[in-house]
């Protein structure tokens, strides 16, 4: 594939060489987890944008492995960055919507991880590191009354982009927390991309002898998208829409860039595992509410909102010292749960026994040793699309199932079946299901173990509204003290929950 002809020629451009193992002075690798949002899968220059500027990330697929069908739990923003924080789909606490109090028709279960649940920071504090978020969070509202704070999840250090999005690209507000104390700061005049990265190098010099765990989550390129006069230029004879979408990433990877210089400088890039994705695909681009949506899904049927891989498939990068292979391509297909998975056997930690990750380790399969999964990844997503400047609808079925080079979708009633052989049809054109009986049978019967395994009794979308529902440690879902009644979150104004509406 062109794409990734690419790489050979990026490999030349950098001179990037076999990365060497960490020194024997520190027994664990940094860890460095950047997450950029609404990006899609064709969004980066080494994924073949025909013009889109990514010179940073590109070093990253140089550097070390591009997992091509890379995929995330969820196609919107809460879903997604749940499941790469706890390593389970999110659907079995409830968590399968928007964490978005201003739209309390589409409230999900929980407003916040439930604190039972695994963390990936709270886990690498008990094997030594030292942890931090930075950006955006959107898995809880930390600072409301009765929700867990982010110390409670595992940060030592967090700084969580307090903004609707119409101001998360620059003069943002923060919340800024470290000793289990939360200042709100403003930062005027400054570019958030800037801010993440100032925030990151901070913290990291000041880790001392522990391993860092470091959350980079960027806004860029979630909309309403914004960029500087300068990186817009870059981009001159493309549209309005496309200077600021493209400038928006393009300015991200510069600062990204920075922060690399900075590891490269303090000997430290060798000594840290660095892992890019996004959190969903694209959005739409006639979205109702932007023109400046011009993400690319790099050809694959649907964008976010979607379980057709336009709207699960991200990018996926990883540099792990001593064990990618520079250049290397790996089209095997993997998921955010499989990074916390393997991270934690890394550090040696596991889960509570009842919370098992649903990642398996793809250290093996990042090595190019053989690599084989039980069971296959599955998505179950009610919110099933979105509304078009058109008149028409962005849409998907609600359950998709992905088991080897078999992708299957259906109706929550299993009826509606569509069948696709990924190896040969990654955009999802042709339904095989009538050819293919058999493996229609097997994985129609696999996606119903699925279904009924993923949807204990307080994870149905029918039971959202219910604060009876007994969860597994046999509390019920009022016993939590930010619901003040059946499905409502405990707002404090009407700004707040303004605020809040404006995060998805």
């Known amino acids: 594939m062109k794409t990734f002809r690419f790489l050979k020629t990026l490999a ?36 073949g944008h025909p013009f889109l500027k990514t010179p940073n990330l590109d070093r990253l697929a140089v550097m070390g492995c591009t997992l091509t069908d890379f995929y995330v739990t969820g196609p919107v923003c809460s879903p997604s960055r749940v499941g790469m924080v706890t390593g389970r789909i999110q659907n079995r606490f409830g968590l399968n919507q928007l964490i978005n109090a201003g739209e309390k028709e589409r409230l999900p279960l929980f407003q916040y991880i439930p604190p039972e649940e695994p963390t990936l920071p709270r886990l690498l504090q008990k094997a030594g590191y030292t942890t931090a978020h930075i950006g955006k969070w959107h898995c809880s509202f930390p600072e409301r009354p009765g929700s867990p704070r982010m110390w409670d999840y595992g940060y030592d250090y967090a700084a969580v982009l307090n903004a609707g999005r119409h101001n998360s690209y620059k003069d943002s507000g923060w919340d800024e927390s470290v000793n289990h104390k939360t200042t709100r700061i403003q930062t005027p005049g400054q570019w958030s991309a800037d801010v993440y990265v100032d925030k990151a190098i901070d913290f990291i010099s000041k880790a001392g002898d522990k391993p860092f765990f470091v959350n980079l989550w960027s806004f860029a390129p979630h909309q309403e998208v914004d960029a500087s006069d300068e990186y817009r230029a870059l981009y001159k004879d493309r549209t309005e829409s496309e200077q600021y979408f493209c400038g928006a990433i393009t300015q991200m990877d510069a600062a990204y860039g920075r922060l690399f210089d900075f590891l490269e400088q303090q000997g430290l890039m060798e000594k840290t595992i660095i892992i890019f994705t996004s959190d969903n695909g694209p959005e739409p681009h006639l979205i109702t509410w932007s023109d400046r949506a011009r993400g690319s899904a790099g050809g694959l049927r649907g964008a976010k909102h979607e379980l057709y891989d336009g709207g699960i498939r991200a990018p996926g990068l990883i540099v792990w010292p001593g064990v990618t292979k520079p250049g290397s391509v790996i089209h095997t297909p993997v998921w955010t749960p499989d990074i916390a998975a393997t991270l934690c056997d890394y550090v040696h930690e596991k889960p509570p026994a009842e919370y098992p ?30 509304s078009l400047r058109d008149g028409t609808e962005d849409t998907s079925p609600p359950l998709a199932l992905r088991d080897g080079r078999w992708k299957m979708l259906c109706n929550d009633d299993f009826t509606g079946i569509e069948l696709y052989n990924m190896e040969i049809d990654m955009n999802e054109k042709w339904n095989m299901k009538d050819e293919y009986p058999e493996v229609t049978e097997k994985l129609l019967a696999e996606m119903k173990v699925r279904y009924a395994d993923v949807n ?48 998805n």
């Open 357 to 386: 990750f649903d990642g398996v380790n793809i250290e093996p399969l990042l090595e190019g040793k053989p690599f084989t999964r039980k069971d296959p990844m599955y998505w179950q997503a009610p919110w099933r699309g979105t």
């Open 12 to 47: 030349l451009v950098f001179g990037v060489g076999v990365v060497s193992l960490p020194a024997e002075d520190q027994s664990f690798l940094n860890i460095l987890y950047i997450v950029n949002d609404d990006q899609g899968w064709g969004d980066l220059g080494s994924q």
């Open 456 to 503: 204990g009794p307080y994870s149905r979308e029918a039971d959202i509204f219910s604060p009876d529902i007994k969860l597994p440690n046999g509390k019920k879902v009022s016993d939590y003290p930010i619901y003040a009644a059946p499905g409502l979150a405990v707002i404090e104004s009407e700004a707040e929950a303004q605020q809040s509406s404006d995060f």
